[in-house]
């Protein structure tokens, strides 16, 4: 499951728990261009829950979604990434540096008021 709000006028938080499955990420992919659909220079909050990896259909919808995504993607300068996961910490760092333009951060879930510390001081 997921969960997308748009909290402020230049951020939206996305919280991800569980797997998803194909049409979670359409769903997801869509309220995302949704709630994102006129920031310019924004700050996201993506908290990682619970994850497991998405199933294979999930991710050939990301994959075909790609070059969307990365508009999408653009409209945001800063990332703040809440996970207890290693790996998923270790892949996002990664993701920051293949994205022109987009700095992407991250925290252990229990530092939440260090993320939002930080992506409220990158402005």
Known sequence: ????????????DVVVNGRLETEDMRQLIDTLEVRA???EDGR???????????S???MKVEFANMPELMRLMRRFSHVAVLSDEGWV???SSLEGKLIPGLEINTFPRHQRYQA???LGNVH
């Open 116 to 118: 939002e510390t930080w």
């Open 44 to 54: 996201m909050l993506i908290d990682v829950e619970d994850f497991h990896l998405p």
């Open 89 to 91: 910490n270790a892949v």
């Open 37 to 39: 659909a006129d920031v």
């Open 56 to 58: 294979l259909g999930a």
């Open 1 to 12: 499951m997921y969960s997308v709000e748009r909290v402020a006028h230049d951020r939206v």
